[in-house]
C-alpha cells in the first residue's frame, strides 16, 4: 500500500475480515482490504493528524482520534461511512481512547487529562464523568467482560471504575520504582501486566478478593516498555 506525501501514524487490523484501517498526518482515515490490496473507503474527517484508529471488538465499530482532539465513528457494515461525530477540541499529541469489549462503551480523557467521560457508542451521549483530582491520564482499559475500566495515571497507579456506577472500587498504587507507561489485562480477564521504566514486568491477579497483593515479577531488562 503506497500514499505519497503522507505518513501513516496508526493502524488497526479487523477482528473478522482481512482489512486494515490506517489513520494519517493528513488527517485523513483509509480502509484497505489486505487480500486485494485495494482502498475500501477514504473520509478525512479531522482537522489534524489522525492519532489512533481502532475497531471494536465485534468488529461492528471503528473509532478514530485526531490531534484537534475529535473522534469519529465509523459503521463498517455500511461501507465505513462516518456515523458520528464528537467534537471534544482537546488538542493533543496522544490520543486516549478505548472501546468496550462489548461496543457499548467508549472512554476519553477530557480537557485537562484528568477526567476521564465515558459514552454510550449508539448516541454518543456522555454516561459518566470521573474526576480523577488532579491526576494526569496515561492510558485506560476496559475488562474483557466491560463490566470495569482501569485507568493509569502518571502517580505510578492504576485506579479501577465500576462501569455503572462510575465509582472507584479499587487502588494499584506505588507499580513500579519509576514511572509506569504501560499495561495490559488477559482475555480472560484474570491477570493485569504492568511494564515500567525500571526495566521490570510485574503481574497481578485481578480478582477482587486478591487485587493489590504482592505481584509476580520480572526484571533484568535494559530497556523501558512502551506498549
Known sequence: FRVPSEVALCVDYHPARRVIAVGFDSGCVRVFDIESTTLIQEHRQHDGAVLMVEFSGSGSMLVSGGA?????????????????????????????????????????????????????????????????NASVILDMKFSPDSDELYVLTQENCILRFGVASGLLTAKL??????????????????????GGRDGSIKVWECASSKFGRQPQSFIGHGAEYVA
Not at 71 to 92: I, Q
Request: proline share 5%; hydrophobic share 40%; glycine share 6%.
Open 68 to 132: 484537534e482532539g475529535n473522534v469519529c465513528v465509523y459503521s463498517p457494515d455500511d461501507g465505513y461511512l462516518p456515523v458520528k461525530f464528537l467534537a471534544t477540541s482537546v488538542r493533543a499529541k496522544r490520543m486516549l481512547l478505548s472501546i468496550s469489549p462489548d461496543s457499548r462503551l467508549l472512554a476519553t480523557v477530557g480537557l485537562d487529562s484528568t477526567r476521564v467521560l465515558v459514552f454510550d457508542t449508539s448516541s454518543l451521549g456522555m454516561k459518566h464523568k470521573i474526576v480523577l
Open 173 to 194: 498504587p506505588n507499580l513500579h520504582r519509576g514511572v509506569c507507561d504501560t499495561f495490559a489485562i488477559d482475555r480472560q480477564g484474570r491477570l493485569l501486566v504492568a
